[in-house]
C-alpha cells in the first residue's frame, strides 16, 4: 500500500489546517495508522495514531487537545485536523502504516511522502 499525504501549507499562529493521508491499496483492520512529524534539525516524532478498525486514538501530550486524528474507510483516507497551532508545530508531516499500537517509528512500514506545514509568528 502506498500512503500520500498533502494539506499542508503556511499558516498563522493560531491558525487552523487539515491533513489528509490516502492510500492507494487494502488498509487491512489490523493495521494502526500513525502521524509523525519531523522539524529541522530533529528527529522524527510521533504526534498521534489511530486504529484503522475502530476509533481507538492516541496523541503526542504535545499536541493533546488541539489535534484530533479521525480515518473515513470508504474514501481509504485517515486525517489530522490541527488547531491552535503554534510555531513549534511547524514540521514536514507523514503518514504510515503499522500492525502495532505503537508510538516508536521502528514500528511503522509504508511511509508517506510528507507534507510541509510552517506555523509564523
Known amino acids: 500500500v502506498q500512503l500520500q499525504a498533502s494539506g499542508g501549507g503556511l499558516v498563522q499562529t493560531g491558525g487552523s489546517l487539515r491533513l489528509s493521508c490516502t492510500a492507494s491499496g487494502r488498509l487491512f483492520s489490523s493495521y494502526v495508522m500513525g502521524w509523525f512529524r519531523q522539524a529541522p534539525g530533529k528527529e522524527r516524532e510521533f504526534v498521534a495514531l489511530?486504529?484503522?478498525?475502530?476509533?481507538?486514538?492516541k496523541y503526542a501530550d504535545s499536541v493533546k487537545g488541539r489535534f484530533t486524528i479521525s480515518r473515513d474507510s470508504a474514501k481509504n483516507t485517515v486525517y489530522l485536523q490541527m488547531n491552535s497551532l503554534k510555531p513549534e508545530d511547524t514540521a514536514v508531516y507523514s503518514c504510515?502504516?503499522?500492525?502495532?499500537?505503537?508510538?516508536?517509528?521502528?514500528?511503522?512500514?509504508?511511509w508517506g511522502q510528507g507534507t510541509l506545514v510552517t506555523v509564523s509568528s
Open positions: 489511530v486504529r484503522w478498525s475502530r476509533d481507538s486514538t
Open positions: 504510515a502504516a503499522g500492525i502495532h499500537w505503537s508510538t516508536s517509528t521502528r514500528d511503522y512500514f509504508n
